[in-house]
């Protein structure tokens, strides 16, 4: 099961489903993951965003609010 609430402060956006979460966060440092992985997390991506699509992801986090 896919958790409802994630071990992150402020996360930019939070999208999930019956199988996946996806977390966009501002400043990743290494401990987000670590936080993750103790919380239960079976795998971790770490994917670096551009400008753009960072602009979208917060874009798109305001839309869910």
């Avoid at 896919?2 to 966060?25: G, K, Q, Y």
């Avoid at 993750?36 to 869910?64: C, N, Q, T, W, Y």
């Amino acid at each position: 099961d896919v958790p409802t609430t994630f071990p992150i402060e402020n996360p930019l956006r939070v999208d999930r489903n019956s199988h996946s979460a996806m977390l966009t966060v501002a400043d990743f440092d290494p401990a987000i993951e670590a936080r993750l992985r103790e919380h239960g997390a079976r795998s971790v991506e770490v994917m670096h965003l551009s400008l753009e699509e960072i602009f979208m992801e917060v874009v798109k986090g305001a839309r869910d609010d």
